[in-house]
């Protein structure tokens, strides 16, 4: 566990890695390293924690639906679109590794399908922007 708040590094071998750790975590801004062996992407299991949702769990949205704003770029950083995404659009990428959005109309919108330009995944960050 990394806190830039307080600038140390601590080291657990025996912790029950939690939505509420990340939760509790992410109150002293702290980074969590989970090793693989405790992540999926799509099962149920209550000794692993499910990546999008440790993604996506300290996520806060100021729209009603509860929808995160996700700005698309390119390799170079340009930016290619805005859109919004949920956990469960964050859950479907993972698994496909394309671009999954959600559609405040018509639900989970897999970008390209129908014009046969689909967007691949390379990389997720999560970037809380607070304002004053």
């Known amino acids: 566990?990394?806190?830039?708040?307080?600038?140390?590094?601590?080291?657990?071998?025996?912790?029950?890695?939690?939505?509420?750790l990340i939760k509790n975590l992410s109150t002293i801004s702290a980074d969590l390293v989970v090793p693989i062996k405790y992540l999926i992407l799509d099962s149920k299991n209550n000794s692993q924690l499910n990546v999008a949702d440790a993604l996506t769990y300290t996520l806060?949205?100021?729209?009603?639906?509860?929808?995160?704003?996700?700005?698309?770029?390119?390799?170079?950083?340009?930016?290619?679109?805005?859109?919004?995404?949920s956990t469960e659009s964050v859950k479907e990428v993972l698994k496909t590794r394309t671009g999954v959005?959600?559609?405040?109309?018509?639900?989970?919108?897999h970008k390209g399908t129908t014009l046969e330009s689909i967007q691949e995944l390379k990389k997720i960050k999560a970037v809380v922007m607070e304002t004053p």
Request: one cysteine or more; a negative charge.
């Open 101 to 109: 959005y959600q559609s405040r109309k018509c639900g989970l919108w």
């Open 1 to 20: 566990i990394y806190s830039e708040a307080f600038g140390i590094e601590i080291f657990l071998s025996f912790i029950k890695y939690s939505l509420d």
């Open 60 to 85: 806060i949205s100021d729209h009603p639906d509860g929808l995160s704003i996700t700005i698309v770029v390119d390799r170079r950083g340009v930016a290619l679109g805005v859109v919004y995404s």
